[in-house]
């Protein structure tokens, strides 16, 4: 998908028009309380723009899993109250059941220039996930130009993500607009040579990133619970490490794909691992044809965290997804930690796919040292398998 070229709010008119925004405000509550704001943060220079420009900011998001029913506990109440201390201007929530209903008409047709009103959670509609006419059309009534700037639900084709783009002219906002110039610049034309870093636990998960990245990398380094059905396919013991049976052959279709492109593809030479899984486990370092019976791989070893850290050095541009190992555990975290910092100090463009990653970066103190960390974990794995994500496909071309 060429998505650099899409219109931006930048390029619209949006002074006296109301303007339904799209954002991705599924945030994390305890007790009706937000533990973690940072969604609301990200969505701020969208709506701030909206509003300088003279645009009547019509909000909307799904929070949760109401299952097309109104539940007060999913609410965006804790939303508008949040967003209103951030814009320092009072974000009206229209209670509606019904998200399009007597409220949100009434005061969507009295909003002035520059004022903001939110929208109740989409997900309270059945129509919403099945991306029914009906309520796009509803969304639709209330707006004269869409923003979508939720890339988090972007890969679904919701009535709020795209089917409302079929009844308005629709454009994204600035947190898409991010989303789509490092990725997709990353996948179309990248500083090279482009290291591609995959981990995380599962090959079925990410294998149609392999296969999509294989024609566009220079180097493939395979780490976490997922390289040991890589492992197997070399004929190794992997003891009773992570592996998935069904994926011996796929992953080992991809080495041979590798090999026959020239492509670089590593998979750890050495692991940390462990008798049980567990934190506190009794671990040691092995080589990968030497694994123990009994024994679990549980991260990298020195050997590939060295091997790994090389093949980063010289990167133009890493694009990043999974940890290399248990990095919740600070005992399995070295592998993930190395390569952090071997991506931190490599100066070349470091995308951060969504996800466990994310967490991984953020926690070991790195996420001010990468380039774009992404918003979203499905959407960005399926923008790096190269898939058409509906939410930006709707938008109008430049
Ligand atoms: P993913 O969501 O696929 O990126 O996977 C992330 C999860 O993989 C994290 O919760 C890690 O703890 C887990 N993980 C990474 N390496 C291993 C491993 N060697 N064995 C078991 N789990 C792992």
Request: aromatic share 6%; glycine share 10%.
């Amino acid at each position: 998908m060429n998505a650099l070229n899409k219109k931006t709010i930048e390029d619209i008119d949006v002074k006296g028009k109301r303007v339904l925004a799209r954002c991705d405000f599924n945030v994390p509550l305890k007790d009706g309380e937000i533990t973690n704001d940072k969604r609301i943060v990200a969505a701020l220079p969208t709506i701030k723009y909206l509003m300088k420009n003279g645009a009547k900011v019509i909000l909307c998001s799904h929070l949760g899993r109401p299952k097309g029913e109104y539940k007060p506990e999913f609410s965006l109440a804790p939303v508008a109250k949040k967003l209103s201390e951030y814009l320092g201007t009072e974000v009206k929530l229209a209670e509606d059941a019904e998200v399009v209903g007597a409220n949100a008409k009434a005061m969507a047709a009295e909003l002035k220039d520059g004022e903001v009103m939110l929208l109740e959670n989409v997900r309270y509609r059945a129509e919403e996930t099945k991306n029914e006419a009906n309520f796009s059309k509803e969304l639709a009534s209330l707006a004269d130009v869409f923003v979508n700037d939720a890339f988090g639900t972007a890969h679904r084709a919701h009535c709020s993500t795209t089917g409302v783009a079929a009844y308005l002219p629709a454009v994204c906002g600035y947190l898409i607009q991010k989303e789509i110039e490092f990725m997709g610049g990353a996948l179309a034309n990248p500083k090279r040579p482009l290291v591609a870093i995959l981990g995380g636990a599962k090959v079925s998960d990410k294998i149609g990133v392999i296969s999509n990245l294989i024609d566009k990398c220079d180097t493939i380094i395979i780490g976490g619970g997922m390289a040991y059905t890589f492992m197997k396919y070399l004929g190794h013991s992997i003891g009773t490490s992570l592996l998935e049976a069904d994926w011996i052959e796929k992953a080992g279709q991809m080495m041979k794909d590798a090999e026959a492109k020239g492509v670089k593809f590593l998979i750890p030479i050495d692991n940390k691992v462990g008798k049980e899984y567990d934190e506190n486990t009794e671990a040691m370092i092995v080589n990968s044809d030497e694994i123990p019976d009994g024994w679990m791989g549980l991260d990298i070893g020195p050997a590939s965290q060295k091997l790994f850290v090389d093949a980063i050095k010289g990167a133009g541009t890493v694009i990043w997804n999974g940890p290399m190992g248990v990095s919740e555990w600070k005992n399995f975290e070295g592998g993930t930690v190395a390569v952090a910092n071997a991506v931190a100090e490599s100066g070349a463009i470091s995308i951060i796919g969504g996800g466990d990653s994310v967490a991984a970066v953020t926690k070991l103190g790195f996420a001010d040292k990468m380039s774009h960390i992404s918003t979203g974990g499905g959407a960005s794995l399926e923008f790096l398998e190269g898939k058409e994500l509906p939410g930006i496909a709707a938008l109008q071309d430049k």
